[in-house]
């Protein structure tokens, strides 16, 4: 399994009667009980597809469009499109009084992982940051260092986080 299907299962658990659920939201809401496997697998993969398309999409906005409007009106889209997606696939769903709690979901990523792809992402995160880091110190003072040192250092300690709990669930 690859960082794509981690992501895609990390909005999913089972409950304590065994039926599986689904947090769009993540720790944030309560899940809907998925009704089959069929469903399960459905879902699961509209997650991972959305994420390749919506990663790369902020990637290459970012690149391209000078403005952080372009890049926030193209993240806008995706959520947008998100919301109103989950809203149509989940519709005829019952909501679960379970709870995913919080890096409940990034327990379930780095179990579905690959530590080699998890060190892969740690690198690139800390590389993305010390980047950042060294704009700042270099005398950009425009929000971009400010928020590239905040997004990559989150998803650092995120990602360090999910390294642990693989490296302690080897054992």
Do not use: C, H
């Not at 690139?124 to 929000?143: C, D, E, K, P, R």
């Amino acid at each position: 399994m690859g960082f794509f299907d981690g992501f895609a299962n990390s909005a999913f658990k089972k409950d304590s009667e065994g039926r599986d659920l689904f947090f769009p939201w993540g720790p944030w809401s309560s899940g809907f009980i998925l009704k089959s496997e069929d469903q399960l697998n459905e879902l699961r993969s509209f997650r991972m597809k959305t994420f390749m398309v919506a990663l790369p999409a902020a990637i290459i906005s970012m690149e391209i469009v000078d403005e952080i409007w372009g890049t926030v009106g193209i993240l806008s889209l995706y959520f947008l499109g998100y919301y109103f997606w989950v809203k149509k696939l989940t519709q005829d769903l019952a909501r679960s009084n379970v709870k995913m709690k919080p890096f409940e979901s990034d327990q379930i990523f780095a179990r579905k992982t690959p530590l080699k792809t998890l060190i892969f992402f740690e690198i690139a995160a800390i590389g993305f940051f010390s980047m950042y880091v060294w704009l700042l110190i270099a005398g950009n003072q425009t929000w971009i260092p400010f928020a590239g040192i905040g997004l990559f250092g989150l998803i650092a300690l995120s990602i360090g986080y999910m390294i642990a709990v693989k490296l302690r669930n080897r054992k």
